[in-house]
């Protein structure tokens, strides 16, 4: 059974920086993409970023582009999201999630993924 579980979240001023983690496990396909996205109050689901696991290929929103970066372990067992620079309207539940094509994650965001995490909350508050 395929189980993301997000952590890292918690309370930053603004300016700081958080690291956000993802353990995936109960899948083994070859050719997957695990993304970030983020739901601030009252607002819809929006994608964060996205990374491949054909030669790691990465891609970000235009709200977070130079701030964020999205890696993974050398085990291939975890994802990260390493956040600096955040503001307050980066505050928001942060999910990761897992579908098939890179595209799909980039293009159609929360359509697009198939499995979810629970979330991990993130506020970035003075």
């Known amino acids: 059974q395929v189980q993301l579980v997000e952590s890292g979240g918690g309370l930053v001023q603004p300016g700081g920086s958080l690291r956000l983690s993802c353990a995936a496990s109960?899948?083994?396909?070859?050719?997957?993409?695990i993304g970030w996205f983020r739901q601030a109050p009252g607002k819809e689901r929006e994608g964060v970023s996205c990374i491949s696991s054909v030669d790691d290929i990465t891609g970000y929103a235009d709200s977070v582009k130079g701030r964020f970066t999205i890696s993974r372990d050398n085990a291939n067992s975890t994802v990260y999201l390493q956040m600096n620079s955040l503001k307050p309207e980066d505050t928001a539940v942060y999910y990761c999630?897992?579908?098939?094509?890179?595209?799909?994650?980039?293009?159609?965001?929360?359509?697009?993924?198939?499995?979810w995490g629970k979330g991990t909350l993130v506020t970035v508050s003075s």
């Open positions: 109960g899948f083994t396909m070859d050719v997957y993409t």
């Open positions: 999630a897992v579908g098939v094509l890179f595209r799909y994650c980039m293009k159609r965001g929360v359509s697009g993924m198939d499995y």
